[in-house]
């Protein structure tokens, strides 16, 4: 598929192919060539699409199957994922610019299924029915009846996932795997800019057996689908991840019809280096810039040391960047590729020339690679910030962009993170690993890590603010796809 200039049918419903009428051309951001044209959703698509999941999951035909049946059939499209990998992590290579053999590879495929079957075994171990602990009084009415309440994790209904374009297989793994799993029917919206990686789960809903109208997909070359998921009488729950300007759009669309939300959006997270573990700090610039070239919403890319080490600490940053190979993400020896577009590429120009115009200062990169005449390359880039005002600061720039910002106390650093609109993730360094956690502890922000990160299915993520509303994966990512429903019984 990675090579296929052909076109290729956008639009899979009710456990069919159809070849949409909107010509949607999916490009390469490493050479700026058309891989392939998919044949989007045209106006009576995604309605179509809708109907097909409403019905489906009105009948029963998914939601009444025993949950192990479920997750064997969910289990079966992971399989199919398995026995593709190769040709699935070439689609991905193709279509985000992410280095076959970089760092981020593996997140983008390999532990989205080894997470995805951790989350099966994880949702087995549940309880769909709970007793809530009525007190002894209670329990026996004055007539002598007995009393029983019990709560019922119950499906939501029909979820639309609309899911973004950095970690596009990754992110569908994690809207479409729980949502399935838990009894709902989907339609899988993906950004317009890789919608390759999202055909491919329903290449696999049919390898799978899935019942027809439980897993549809429709490519949308514009906005007007996603306008129609989030607004749908039809649809009962909207799952987004993408900007917070677009989450907060589909929040007031889906509000007008009071649907449940779940958004994962940007994020301006702070790295702090406490005084005892400096020494960390020089690889924090390069953790950042060969994550997917900066282009991950939970990265650190606000770096915090204290101020009388700022300068030295920088040049070690820059340093550990010094030897980083951009280029060609097929070639082995590339560990950093593109951004997604030109736009982007333009956008991390403009926030380096405002770090500038604020006070800011270039320590290295900040442009185009002189050497890359092709592709959607920027160079890995720190800036020395004189403060967290500064736009390179505030603002989400999703880039091989970060800033480095000096503080005078432990309570300079805290308050310096905590000074965002974003509240998505934080990390704290130091060999006090007490002290690490009292720093921690005090950050606003859904995540903390404290020496060091883990991605886990039995770990949420989510975050405070701008970044978002509810969780995906762990516990409170299954349950986001549930409704609860609580039954009285008199005996």
Known sequence: MAGDKRNRAGVFVDGAWIEGSVPLPVHNPATEEVIGTVMAAGPADVPAAIASARAAFDDGRWSGLPREERVAAVGRMLDHFA?????????????????????????????????????????????DIEENPLPLHERVSATGAVMTSLKRFVPVGVVAAISAYNFPFYLNIWKVVP??????????????????????????????????????????????????????????????????????????QAATGVK????????????????????????????VVLSHAGQGC?????????????????????????????????DPATVMGPVITAAQQERCERYVAAAVDAGGRVITGGSRPRHLQRGYYFEPTILDLPDNSNPAAQDEIFGPVVGVIGYD?????????????????????????????????????????????????????GGFGASGIGRERGLEGIRVYQQIQVMNITN
């Open 83 to 127: 026995a593709n990998r190769d040709a699935i992590r070439q689609t991905i290579m193709a279509e985000t610019g992410c280095p076959i053999s970089g760092p981020v590879m593996p997140v983008q495929f390999d532990l989205a299924i080894s997470g995805a079957r951790d989350l099966l075994s994880y949702y087995l171990e549940l309880r």
């Open 179 to 252: 949502a399935l799993i838990t009894g709902n029917t989907v339609i899988l919206r993906p950004s317009p800019l890789t919608p390759l990686s999202a055909l491919l789960f329903a290449e696999a809903a049919q390898a799978a057996g899935l019942p027809p109208g439980v897993l549809n997909v429709v490519a949308d070359a514009g906005h007007e689908g996603g306008v129609t998921l989030s607004t749908h009488p039809a649809v009962d729950m909207v799952t987004f991840t993408g900007s917070t300007v677009v989450g907060q759009e589909v929040a007031r």
């Open 260 to 287: 449940r939300i779940q958004l994962e959006l940007g994020g301006k997270s702070a790295q702090i280096y406490l005084p005892d573990r400096l020494e960390r700090a020089a690889m924090a610039a390069r953790s």
């Open 298 to 330: 939970a990265l650190g890319t606000r770096i915090l040391v204290p101020s009388a080490e700022k300068a030295r600490l920088m040049d070690h940053m820059a340093a550990s960047l010094s030897e980083v190979v951009i280029g060609d993400p097929a």
């Open 409 to 461: 106390s432990i309570d300079h650093a805290v308050a310096i993170a905590n000074d965002s609109i974003y509240g998505l993730s934080g990390y704290v360094y130091g060999q006090d690993v007490r002290q690490a956690i009292a720093v921690a502890e005090r950050l606003r922000t859904g995540t903390v890590n404290v020496n060091g990160s883990i991605l886990s299915s039995y770990a949420s993520s």
